[in-house]
């Protein structure tokens, strides 16, 4: 189980978090490239700098969504995803759009 600790931090990803992205989400770095281009790559940084999860949020017109949750497997706890989901709820409040659509399913690196 993991311990959300308060050193652990939600922030916007960058060019910086590529590979580590990568590793968390399987995926090749092109198509990480394309979550940072628009949109707002949320991820939530350990202490040591590894990342535990990525969430991507899309605001469009009058709406909102979350198309990207990911957690990773080694630690995976409900409280994470409900830490994501609520910083996106609260990302998307203060630029005045509704709560997003949650992902039709959240995605678990097996």
């Known amino acids: 189980m993991t311990t959300l600790a308060l ?9 910086l978090d590529i590979a580590e992205l990568s590793r968390l989400l399987s995926t090749a770095a092109h198509t990480i490239a394309t979550y940072l281009s628009h949109g707002h790559l949320l991820v939530l ?10 969430c991507h949020v899309e605001m469009q017109r009058d709406r909102s ?27 998307c409040e203060a630029y005045g759009y509704p709560e997003p659509t949650p992902p039709q399913r959240s995605r678990r690196r097996r």
């Open 7 to 15: 050193d652990n931090r939600i922030r916007n990803a960058s060019l």
């Open 65 to 91: 969504m979350i198309d990207l949750l990911v957690v990773d497997p080694a630690n995976h706890d409900a409280a994470v995803r409900q830490r994501m989901v609520g910083v996106a709820n609260a990302l």
């Open 45 to 54: 940084e350990r202490r040591d700098g590894t990342l535990e999860a990525a």
